[in-house]
């Protein structure tokens, strides 16, 4: 099945949210209920030659095309009973009130390097902004050219008009990376690199704020520290949590998260999963993700660098961590099954590093068994239906050049219990 593009549709205001969710993963493939995505907007059209490797991005997207191919992500989540969260829609609810509006202008100039007197310039304006406009410029970023007003500052003088007041946050568009969900708790994230900092920003406003969230737990850490990003991170089940250490997550903040877990009770293992810390394994779910109970998509040629650990609860809050000699062993034992179908990544030994640059790996699973999938993989795919699994396919020649398949773009904020 392969979802049709949809109609681009504008900016709107944000239409109230329901009553608060009651959040809860505790799987990375049970039955989705509901989401957050971000639906791509201005942010992507900042993107030039000159800014985009700054801005983490390899190529520029066809912004039009990108939001329909994101209509039709969507569009399919919801055709699978899946309620859809946008993050700018949350965003502008919580900036209507005035305390949280304060608060994230001054953490998101903190993060930008924006000081007085040209942050009080700009902090005024904003201020008067409606909450839907606001939402739409802290995402879509501010340039020097677009302040309402001449500012006499040293900062203004010396800027041309397309430097960045406010960078963009083109990758606002996956919103898997700055928070993560481990049973009713949420953790908002120390982003790896500064160009993506204020993106958890956003969302620990969200999480704070807004009446959606109410009924949620946080996990002990939040923005800060070392760096932990949710691409990373696959809430296996059974009381098991994989993790990456590579381009984008430290060791220490594995360490930190583990404990975490451990003393909430949502975990009874960590299985640290060392990556290559290169730009195509920049997160664990580049090159592994989980398809059904038993199931997971790899990409082998990654195979002889990993190094696993398995990190579980140990005497006086310490951490025992003990090396284990095979992945799929270490997390087939944690899961308590005999063992784990493996489907590799289609195209032979070229086609599969194809494959694996355009996120064939990067699949979201609504259901056992159940996946999406950019229809560009085209192997990596029929080798999934070969194995079983029931593959969903979405348009991606815009979206994938973000380098993020439909994992990366989707944060699950509620599965069914088993």
Known sequence: MTAALASVHPLRPAARSAAPVQPWIDSEVEPLRRVLLHRPGRELSRLTPSNKDALLFDELPWVERAQQEHDAFAALLRSRGV????????LTEVLDDAEARAELLDRSFESAQLAPPLAWEVHAWLESLSSVALSDWLIAGITFGELPVGSATLCAQLASGEDFVLPALPNQLFTRDSSLWVGDAVRVNAMAHPARAREALHLDAIYRRHP?????????????????????????????????VGDRTRAAAVEQFAGELFARGVAHELIAVQLPATRAVMHLDTVLTMVDRDAFT???????TLRTYRLRPGRSSRLRVEEAPDLFGAVADALGVAGLRVVATGGGPAGAEREQWDDGNNLLALAPGVVVAYERNVATNARLVEAGIEVLTIPGSELGRGRGGARCMSCPIERERK
Request: proline share 4%; aromatic share 8%.
């Open 298 to 304: 790899f990409y082998p040629a990654v195979a002889p």
């Open 212 to 244: 959606l969230f109410a009924s949620s737990s946080r996990l002990a850490s939040s923005v800060g520290g070392s760096s932990i990003e949710g691409g990373d991170v696959l809430v296996a089940g059974n009381g098991c949590v994989l993790v990456g």
């Open 83 to 90: 309620e859809v969260h946008y993050v700018a829609e949350l």
